[in-house]
């Protein structure tokens, strides 16, 4: 979305250095992402951002907001008191300019991103979509979302986070979505949630920001999870229900040899056969939800199952690699907590190799209920038989099995030359919660089969 320095002034009631006329179009908070043209925002985190001024001048950015005296960088500036609070201002300025346009927000404890880059798909055969990229979902990357939208835009998914109460509601106060989309609950981020109850109330939180129903508000729920059907008594939207016994659901479901579901889609306005284009049969719910909101803004079945088909995927979910020594490997390190790890271990079971491993890192965020989840998740495994090397994370050996406890990468790179190495008749599984890095594991695997 195009602004002129001046109208960013305006909007946040910063003081202006430089050309008013001055354009940018797209922001990043991140120098590295700069483009040619772009707004940069810095922002406090581990660095200050404004640190960074400099990098995302010579990078190509147009202007930045700064809450200090703006530096000789040779870019235009507009300063303001606090720049987080200013990106929030300016992402709901631009919300305001996309008028009617559908904003559909899409939240839950899994699949978020996959739904996300799914009903990205589906709606892109018909209108002009703009997404979140990758998992933009929290109080930074969803004002990014929005100020990155372009002016033509006629449709908009954003993606949502919570890590605690209110943290969706403020994002909905900016966004504003029309419609919404619940994919699950479980445990996840309950170190700072404290329990099921209260991962639940902050799922809900996306429908009851919703308009009502009079107003075009619709709520997309998850018929075969009953905490989440509970959300539509908390919401004047209209409800409409996918997955299992809901109104758009999938029948005669099969993975081919490499994970991919097929299946026939039922809808209220007929059925479709479906390839879907992600992997594992947890992934059809997902599907399921980016077809329903697909319908009901008008997508014909036919261009519902070819969006579905070919999906633009964020990276490091269940991606498909094939080693060098002929073994399978899934690569699924973006996160983890227990509804995605015992979904992904089911996955690596139906690969339906010989020898089945899993290389798992911590589920990080999990408070109280940490030790007895990782045991369950290792009790899954043995009951699967699948071998898991534990990457600093011991609480799996807790629930039986063959749990091999790996220390860091090179350590779990050991265990599995210790194996006797990683042939055609294997299949490895590499997940855990960002914390643990483990995405470097699988580019050491991928680049010379160090194991």
């Not at 609070?85 to 008028?99: D, E, F, K, N, S």
């Not at 106060?173 to 479980?186: D, I």
């Not at 008594?233 to 991919?260: C, K, P, W, Y």
């Not at 690596?348 to 209920?369: C, K, P, S």
Request: aromatic content about 2%; overall charge negative; hydrophobic content about 50%.
């Amino acid at each position: 979305m195009r602004w002129t320095l001046a109208e960013i002034a305006a909007a946040t009631g910063g003081r202006l250095h430089g050309d008013g006329a001055t354009v940018v179009d797209g922001a990043t908070q991140d120098s590295r992402d700069v483009r040619p043209g772009m707004l940069f925002v810095p922002l406090a985190a581990d660095r200050d951002g404004h640190d960074f001024i400099a990098d995302a001048v010579a990078a190509g950015a147009s202007a930045y907001l700064t809450a200090r005296s703006p530096a000789a960088s040779g870019a235009a500036a507009v300063e303001v008191d606090d720049t987080a609070v200013a990106l929030t201002v300016l992402a709901a300025a631009a919300r305001h300019r996309l008028g009617t346009v559908p904003v559909v927000g899409v939240t839950g404890s899994v699949g978020k991103t996959t739904t996300k880059d799914l009903l990205a798909a589906v709606l892109g055969t018909d209108w002009r979509v703009w997404a979140s990229t990758r998992s933009f979902n929290n109080e930074i990357g969803v004002p990014i979302t929005l100020l990155s939208a372009p002016a033509d835009t006629e449709a908009l998914v954003v993606e949502m986070g919570s890590r605690g109460a209110g943290h969706i509601a403020d994002l909905c106060r900016v966004a504003r979505p029309t419609m919404g989309v619940v994919t699950t609950v479980g445990l996840a981020h309950t170190s700072e949630l404290g329990s099921l109850a209260a991962v639940v109330s902050a799922k809900r939180e996306l429908v009851e920001a919703l308009p009502a129903a009079a107003d075009g508000g619709v709520a997309f729920l998850n018929a075969g999870v009953p905490e989440v059907m509970s959300m539509a008594d908390g919401s004047h939207a209209r409800v409409v229900t996918f997955g299992d016994g809901g109104e758009v659901q999938a029948l005669d479901i099969a993975l081919n040899d490499d994970l991919m579901p097929r299946f026939v889609l039922r809808s209220p306005v007929g059925e479709a056969p479906v390839r879907l284009g992600a992997r594992g049969a947890h992934s059809v719910d997902n599907a399921l939800a980016a077809a329903a909101v697909g319908i009901e803004l008008g997508v014909s079945l036919e261009d519902v199952a070819a969006g579905l088909e070919a999906p633009a995927l964020s990276p490091l979910r269940m991606e498909a690699v094939r080693l060098a020594g002929g073994a399978r490997l899934l690569n699924d390190t973006y996160n983890a907590n227990p509804l995605s790890m015992r979904a992904a271990l089911r996955a690596l079971a139906a690969l339906g190799a010989r020898r089945r491993i899993a290389v798992l890192g911590a589920m990080a965020e999990l408070g109280d209920y940490e030790a007895a989840e990782h045991a369950a998740v290792g009790s899954l495994a043995e009951l699967l038989d699948v071998e898991v090397i534990a990457v600093d994370a011991p609480g799996y050996a807790a629930g039986g099995g063959t749990v091999t406890e790996a220390e860091g990468i090179d350590g779990a790179l050991a265990v599995l030359a210790d194996l006797g190495g990683l042939d055609a008749d294997c299949a490895v599984l590499v997940k855990g919660s960002r914390v643990a890095g483990l995405e470097r594991l699988v580019e050491r695997l991928v680049a010379g089969g160090d194991a």
